[in-house]
C-alpha cells in the first residue's frame, strides 16, 4: 500500500521555536505539497514541490519555509512558531499526470503555546 | 481569484435518506475536478475524479458526482446514505499547472 508518512501526530511547541514538521512518501512522486487545515476555511496551500530541490509559494507561505533535498522527502519550517500557527499540517504528493488525486498523510496536529 | 463553494458547512441525515452536497467553483478554464473524504480519525482520501467525458462520475462505496459545466458545478450524491458515512467532504479543482483548490468542506452526520 503506498503512503505519504508524517513524522509526528501531534506536537506542542512555544511561541518563537523553530518547528520542522516532516514528510516521506514511497510512491517515487515528483510533486509534494504541504497544506494547512482549518475548520471553516478548508486546506489552504503553503507550498509545494515539483522536484528535488524546487519549490513553490502557495497561497499562505509567509512564516513558513520547506526544503526538499530528496524526492521522497518534504521539510516545512515554521521559522519562529506563533499562535496563529496552531493547525492540522497535512503533507500530500501526486505524480506529474495531471488525472491522479492526492495521496494525503495523516496530518500533524500543531499546537503552539 | 479563483474560489470552489460548498454550500452547506453541516448536513444531519437519517439512514437510508438521500443526499446531494453542492460544490461550485469560479473559473472559467478546463478543471479537473475532485472529492475527497476524511472519515474521523483517518486521513484524506480520494472519493472521486473527473478529467473528461462522461460527465457522471462514479466512486467508491456508492457515491457518484455529476460536472455541469454551465452551471461550474459539481455536486456529490449517494442514493441512500449509512451510518458509516459520516464524515467531511470536500470539493476540489485543480486548474492547471500544479495547484488544487479546496472548498472550506462540508461535515456529514449520518443518524443510525
Known amino acids: 500500500d503506498v503512503k505519504v508518512t508524517q513524522s509526528s501526530r501531534y506536537l506542542v511547541k512555544r511561541t518563537g521555536e523553530k518547528v520542522f514538521l516532516e514528510c516521506v512518501q514511497d510512491?517515487?512522486?515528483?510533486?509534494m505539497f504541504w497544506y494547512r487545515q482549518d475548520p471553516g476555511l478548508g486546506l489552504r496551500l503553503i507550498y509545494f514541490?515539483?522536484?528535488?530541490?524546487?519549490?513553490e509559494k502557495g497561497d499562505i507561505p509567509e512564516g513558513y519555509s520547506v526544503s526538499r533535498e530528496k524526492k521522497e522527502r518534504f521539510s516545512l519550517i515554521l521559522e519562529s512558531a506563533s499562535t496563529n500557527q496552531t493547525s492540522m499540517y497535512l503533507c500530500?504528493?501526486?505524480?506529474?499526470?495531471?488525472?491522479?488525486?492526492?495521496?494525503f498523510g495523516s496530518g500533524t496536529r500543531l499546537t503552539v503555546v | 481569484a479563483q474560489s470552489v463553494s460548498q454550500h452547506n458547512h453541516h448536513v444531519i441525515l437519517s439512514e437510508a435518506a438521500s443526499l446531494e452536497l453542492g460544490c461550485n467553483y469560479s473559473?472559467?478554464?478546463?478543471?479537473?475536478l475532485f472529492w475527497y473524504v476524511q472519515y474521523p480519525g483517518q486521513h484524506l482520501q480520494l472519493l472521486l475524479k473527473?478529467?473528461?467525458?462522461?460527465?457522471l462520475v462514479k466512486g467508491i462505496k456508492g457515491f457518484e458526482a455529476e460536472f455541469i459545466k454551465s452551471k461550474f458545478s459539481f455536486n456529490l450524491r449517494k442514493p441512500s446514505v449509512q451510518w458509516s458515512d459520516t464524515a467531511e467532504y470536500f470539493c476540489?479543482?485543480?486548474?492547471?499547472?500544479?495547484?488544487?483548490?479546496f472548498g472550506a468542506g462540508t461535515r456529514l452526520f449520518v443518524k443510525a
Open positions: 500530500a504528493s501526486t505524480p506529474p499526470l495531471a488525472n491522479y488525486g492526492y495521496t
Open positions: 510512491m517515487d512522486h515528483e510533486n
Open positions: 514541490s515539483y522536484d528535488v530541490k524546487m519549490k
Open positions: 473559473y472559467g478554464g478546463t478543471v479537473n
Open positions: 473527473y478529467f473528461s467525458g462522461d460527465p
Open positions: 476540489a479543482v485543480k486548474t492547471g499547472g500544479f495547484k488544487t483548490i
